[in-house]
Nanobody, 123 residues
Framework: QLQLVESGGGTVQSGGSLRLSCAAS????????MTWFRQAPGKARELVAA????????YYADSVKGRFTISRDAAKNTAYLQMSSLESEDTGIYYC????????????????WGQGTQVTVSS
């Protein structure tokens, strides 16, 4: 069982950067893929980035490719989402979530969720 706690959200101007952190407690962090989802006001939750258990395989939604970077630190039991060149469309609640699997993240395999952290990009 993993417990996930996000931090690092806030308000930033368009073009700015933020780094989100996801601190995990539990022994399985190092064995599962980690993901970041976001939910914009009035929209469905969407997957924006994912990383395999060993960090060798990543996924990015087209809307964030080249601007966001997902990473993880096994020693710190923490996953990160570095966000740059932020746009107003990036506004939303960002959720960290773990997959049941080590190298894939189908939606029906997402097991544990954090509480979310708000990101607001002002133009």
């Amino acid at each position: 069982q993993l417990q996930l706690v996000e931090s690092g959200g806030g308000t930033v101007q368009s073009g700015g950067s933020l780094r989100l952190s996801c601190a995990a407690s539990g022994r399985t962090f190092g064995r599962v893929a980690m993901t970041w989802f976001r939910q914009a006001p009035g929209k469905a939750r969407e997957l924006v980035a994912a990383i395999s258990w060993n960090g060798l395989h990543n996924y990015y939604a087209d809307s964030v490719k080249g601007r966001f970077t997902i990473s993880r630190d096994a020693a710190k039991n923490t996953a990160y989402l570095q966000m740059s060149s932020l746009e107003s469309e990036d506004t939303g609640i960002y959720y960290c979530a773990s997959s049941r699997y080590a190298e894939s993240w189908p939606v029906d395999a997402i097991e544990h969720w954090g509480q979310g952290t708000q990101v607001t990009v002002s133009s």
